[in-house]
């Protein structure tokens, strides 16, 4: 899983300066009337990615991840596309619904119905998750299978257009977690984490990544990452 946020690196200086103004600004503004959500703003196509750990001990390779795509109506119903995918290529067709109160708070549960008899088929059950104020990403925790974990919902857009040199290029932060990794104790679960650069129009990218176990996934000066 990946989350990157652009930046860029400034001293401490200007970043207390920053902070300072920003709260400057809070405490001369007028109060902001509150926002309020409905059910409704689930209508739409959304990525789904889920990373999930057994409630007990365990290993890297008991550590699951979901990934796939669900379709709501203004209901917040499932309808058209719902399908999930684990990492182990078990396919899930998803139903069921979802609620959100007015301060923007999502509850209920999605059914995974396994598409071969030999896998078992399970639930999906969201309590207490967030949808952010932009009402393009869901944020939470879920019961996935009866494993515990981390979930992330994000809405298609397909009148949104982007292009590399306008919304991608430049320098990011990068942090990305996994199930598994190969190059670590021999594909224990871990994470990479450092900074990446994108190249506008070009697919050229440099980074300087590292493992949690302290070896180094990339340099700059190694070239070209990918």
Same mark, same amino acid.
């Not at 669900?70 to 499932?78: E, I, L, R």
């Not at 399908?83 to 999605?110: E, F, H, I, K, P």
């Not at 974990?149 to 977690?177: I, M, S």
């Not at 996934?217 to 990918?226: A, I, Q, V």
């Given at each position: 899983?990946?989350?990157?946020? &652009?930046?860029?690196?400034?001293?401490?200086?200007?970043?207390?300066a920053?902070?300072?103004?920003?709260?400057?600004?809070?405490?001369?503004?007028?109060?902001?009337?509150?926002?309020?959500f409905? =059910?409704?703003?689930? !209508?739409?196509?959304?990525?789904?990615?889920?990373?999930?750990?057994?409630?007990?001990?365990?290993?890297?390779?008991?550590?699951? @991840?979901?990934?796939? !795509?669900?379709?709501?109506?203004?209901?917040?119903?499932?309808?058209?596309?719902? @399908?999930?995918?684990?990492?182990?290529?078990?396919?899930?067709?998803?139903?069921?619904?979802?609620?959100? @109160?007015?301060?923007?708070? =999502?509850?209920?549960?999605?059914?995974?119905?396994?598409?071969?008899?030999?896998?078992?088929?399970?639930?999906?059950?969201?309590?207490?998750?967030?949808?952010?104020?932009?009402?393009?990403?869901?944020?939470?925790?879920?019961? =996935?299978?009866?494993?515990?974990?981390?979930?992330?919902?994000? &809405?298609?857009?397909?009148a949104?257009?982007?292009?590399?040199?306008?919304?991608?290029?430049?320098?990011?932060?990068?942090?990305?977690?996994?199930?598994?990794?190969?190059?670590?104790?021999?594909?224990?679960?871990?994470?990479?984490?450092?900074?990446i650069?994108?190249?506008?129009?070009?697919?050229?990218? !440099?980074?300087?990544?590292?493992?949690?176990?302290?070896? =180094?996934? @990339?340099?700059?000066?190694?070239?070209?990452?990918?």
């Amino acid at each position: 899983m990946r989350a990157t946020a &652009k930046g860029r690196t400034r001293s401490a200086g200007t970043i207390w300066a920053a902070i300072f103004t920003a709260l400057l600004a809070l405490a001369l503004a007028a109060p902001a009337r509150a926002q309020t959500f409905s =059910v409704g703003d689930l !209508e739409g196509s959304w990525q789904v990615f889920q990373l999930a750990t057994p409630p007990g001990v365990l290993t890297g390779a008991d550590v699951r @991840s979901y990934r796939g !795509e669900v379709s709501f109506d203004a209901t917040g119903t499932v309808t058209g596309i719902g @399908s999930l995918t684990d990492d182990a290529r078990n396919a899930y067709t998803v139903s069921g619904s979802l609620a959100v @109160s007015v301060g923007g708070v =999502v509850n209920g549960t999605l059914l995974l119905t396994a598409d071969e008899p030999t896998t078992p088929s399970g639930t999906l059950v969201i309590r207490e998750a967030r949808l952010l104020a932009s009402r393009f990403t869901m944020v939470g925790a879920a019961t =996935v299978l009866d494993q515990v974990g981390l979930f992330t919902f994000v &809405k298609r857009d397909d009148a949104q257009t982007f292009t590399l040199a306008d919304d991608v290029a430049g320098d990011w932060d990068y942090h990305e977690l996994t199930p598994s990794n190969d190059a670590v104790n021999g594909g224990d679960a871990a994470w990479v984490n450092g900074s990446i650069t994108f190249h506008g129009e070009s697919p050229c990218t !440099e980074a300087d990544l590292d493992r949690s176990d302290g070896s =180094v996934r @990339s340099r700059r000066t190694d070239g070209t990452f990918g």
